[in-house]
């Protein structure tokens, strides 16, 4: 049978055409997809093309596709579209093959380019004298490098790379898989280490290698090794959705580690662990999906579950991209706060949430009454926080005997007793308002959930953002999971990433995930390795889990894409701060950056209120800010760092990231407890690695008056 397949490329290549031509080529997609042999097809041959079997294809009077069409096949790839001369010129240097070693198809650029553009970064070594004796990947045989994917004609290139920044000017010359297995060596990992995450070797290899026909394309298009760069264009492929989003390539296009872990079955809990950028949360909704397509049976639910209200928010708009009505109608997207309320409700609970505004003056009354030693209120709320709340403590004897580990100010059991009444005198003040925490409504739900078996609805639940889960949230998902069993839970997390609430062990909370249960995403897709490294910086000296009770490594963590250095400009006050950003902003618009790629972020709403939106507006720029709803405009956006979270744009401006407000400012970050301010100071440098990794392409940082120590 005739097959028909689209490679990453096209769908770039197509984002960049003009609509008018867009429309013309979705019709020729459409009837290639039908039969690539139908006689409105004209195959022409490519002048010059080191490939023979690319061909042309005429679309319109002004616009070419580029193909893989061989005379004698039955396998027919779309690559590339572009007007006239461009697409010609792009596909003369293109080859494709199947590499013999990983069975894999691959699209790259012939040697001829390759080992100039090299040879273009030696010359341009700031200071020659300083370059290393040995190549960056001398100690590795040709063998190694053809059996990591590279190319025989591309290895003298390889040997041509003595620093990172030649590794960056050959990556686009690569096939997907020789760049990444390179990139990991280079970043650390061993051989072995880079292969078995590039290369999806998760299970033990076979016990004799398989011959590979580098003349079936059609196998080497069904190997794991292919999709990342190509998709076969069979019934299950959406051609509409994929040439309504063709940015969105995470839609088509799985890393092998990814489809994997999406399409696996698991014999209990799954934990996946990356960096920011990885691909846990596409990881996660196309779990979900395929739960509903292809692991349970009709008409059994998924919940799909995250701490932050916005991001459940911008999944449930993701999810409308990859999945059809009938299977976002059994996905049920809701953050845990909402998720535990509406437990309540059903159940005919009655109940309203404590807000900030609602429980200082509880703390002030309380301490007033009963306040008796040198504890200020940051000392009781941590802990009550971090005891009382978290162990669900209701009397003295209990509280006399609790454990307070991670509790900065010891307290002898006398000190206990005096700090008791006050603590018992804020619970009943909560009772009598008729309020509740967000632990409280958590832990109601759960118990709920456990003594009503009616109440619990889904028969998996995939858990995105996990490591900012506290206890009641673990023990709520763990009950509406219900007894461990396949496939019950699927979370993604990073601690590199919690800036909200403390680490809890999965352990602890029911969810086992020990053993072959847990997976590292480790190549960072969204940002250039500039950003990457900036925003790691932020992190520098702090130590970080694994969302259970072991320690989670950033070693090996890379990123594929090359990009100019972050720029930090520090100010000598907000008027010039203010003057650059509308001056660069209208900079990036005028080189044709749409004004809805450019987020300005600050670390508080009022900053952006106050601080830079009226700059904005006096300079006819217009801007929408991000909240709870979906953006309605293409204007430029703007948010705070939290708002930010688990979304990605092209360009980035951090602003006002000064003294007091990044860290920012706070009881906690002053307290006496040494634990509460250490706590405190390490959220803000999680927030800071958040939101400066939500960058794709170019990031600026900016300051008035005096930076932030962060910035040093």
């Not at 990444?180 to 280490?193: I, S």
């Not at 003349?215 to 760069?229: H, I, M, N, T, W």
Request: hydrophobic content about 40%; proline content about 6%; aromatic content about 6%.
């Amino acid at each position: 049978m005739v097959q028909t397949a689209l490679a990453d490329d096209f769908l770039t290549a197509f984002a960049r055409i003009p609509r008018r031509a867009q429309n013309k080529v979705h019709e020729f997609a459409t009837k290639f997809r039908e039969n690539p042999r139908a006689p409105g097809i004209h195959y022409e041959p490519i002048q010059h093309a080191r490939d023979p079997r690319l061909k042309s294809v005429r679309i319109g009077l002004d616009y070419r596709a580029i193909l893989l069409a061989p005379d004698d096949g039955e396998v027919f790839v779309l690559l590339w579209v572009d007007h006239h001369d461009e697409a010609y010129r792009w596909a003369v240097n293109r080859q494709v093959d199947v590499h013999p070693a990983t069975g894999a198809l691959q699209l790259y650029v012939t040697a001829e380019d390759a080992l100039p553009a090299v040879r273009a970064a030696q010359a341009a070594r700031p200071e020659p004298a300083d370059t290393p004796a040995s190549g960056r990947f001398s100690e590795l045989t040709d063998d190694q490098l053809y059996a990591g994917g590279v190319p025989r004609a591309l290895i003298p290139a390889v040997r041509e790379v003595y620093t990172d920044t030649e590794l960056d000017a050959l990556v686009p010359y690569l096939p997907n898989e020789a760049a990444e297995v390179l990139t990991g060596v280079a970043a650390g990992m061993t051989l072995d280490e880079a292969l078995a995450d590039v290369l999806d070797r998760m299970e033990p290899p076979a016990p004799a290698p398989v011959e590979i026909d580098i003349a079936d394309v059609k196998a080497a298009l069904e190997r794991p090794q292919s999709g990342r760069r190509f998709r076969v264009m069979d019934e299950e492929f959406d051609l509409e959705a994929a040439l309504a989003y063709p940015l969105d390539k995470w839609r088509v296009f799985l890393h092998p580690n990814q489809r994997r872990l999406v399409e696996r079955s698991y014999n209990g809990p799954m934990r996946v662990l990356g960096a920011a950028g990885t691909g846990k949360t596409v990881v996660a909704m196309h779990r979900a999906v395929w739960l509903v397509r292809k692991l349970l049976p009709a008409g059994d639910k998924v919940l799909f579950t995250t701490f932050n209200v916005n991001l459940a928010a911008d999944i449930r708009d993701q999810l409308a991209k990859i999945a059809t009505e009938d299977e976002r109608a059994r996905i049920d997207v809701v953050n845990i706060d909402a998720l535990a309320s509406r437990i309540l409700r059903d159940a005919g609970e009655q109940h309203r949430l404590a807000l900030e505004s609602d429980v200082r003056p509880l703390w002030d009354e309380a301490m007033d009454t009963h306040g008796d030693g040198p504890w200020d209120r940051e000392f009781y709320r941590a802990e009550w926080r971090d005891v009382v709340q978290a162990q669900d403590i209701r009397s003295l004897d209990d509280y006399l005997g609790a454990r307070r580990a991670g509790r900065g100010v010891k307290l002898r059991r006398s000190e206990r007793a005096k700090v008791w009444p006050v603590l018992a005198r804020y619970r009943e003040l909560l009772d009598e308002q008729r309020l509740l925490e967000a632990e409280d409504i958590l832990r109601m739900a759960r118990r709920y959930v456990a003594e009503r078996p009616e109440l619990r609805r889904y028969a998996a639940v995939v858990v995105d953002e996990a490591q900012d889960m506290g206890t009641e949230a673990l023990g709520l998902i763990r009950s509406v999971a219900g007894e461990e069993r396949a496939n019950d839970l699927f979370l993604v997390g990073d601690a590199h990433q919690r800036i909200y609430g403390r680490s809890v062990p999965l352990s602890r909370c029911g969810i086992n995930v020990h053993g072959r249960r847990s997976r590292h995403l480790r190549i960072n897709y969204r940002t250039t390795d500039t950003i990457r490294r900036f925003a790691m910086r932020a992190l520098e000296g702090e130590r970080f889990d694994d969302l259970d009770e072991g320690e989670d490594e950033a070693r090996g963590y890379v990123s594929l894409r090359s990009g100019p250095e972050p720029e930090v400009h520090a100010f000598d006050d907000l008027a010039s701060e203010r003057a650059f950003l509308v001056s660069q902003v209208r900079r990036l618009v005028d080189e044709g950056i749409p004004p809805a790629h450019v987020c300005i972020v600050a670390r508080t709403g009022p900053q952006l209120d106050d601080g830079y939106a009226p700059a904005l507006t006096a300079a006819g720029i217009e801007h929408e800010r991000l909240g709870h709803d979906p953006p309605r405009t293409a204007h430029v956006r703007l948010a705070t760092m939290h708002r930010v979270k688990g979304l990605e744009f092209p360009v980035m401006i951090l602003a006002g990231m000064n003294r007091g407000m990044v860290p920012l400012a706070t009881p906690e970050l002053d307290s006496d407890d040494p634990v509460v301010a250490a706590q405190a100071l390490k959220r803000e440098r999680c927030l800071l690695y958040v939101a400066s990794s939500r960058a794709r392409d170019r990031l600026y940082v900016t300051s008035s008056a005096s930076p932030s120590p962060f910035l040093a």
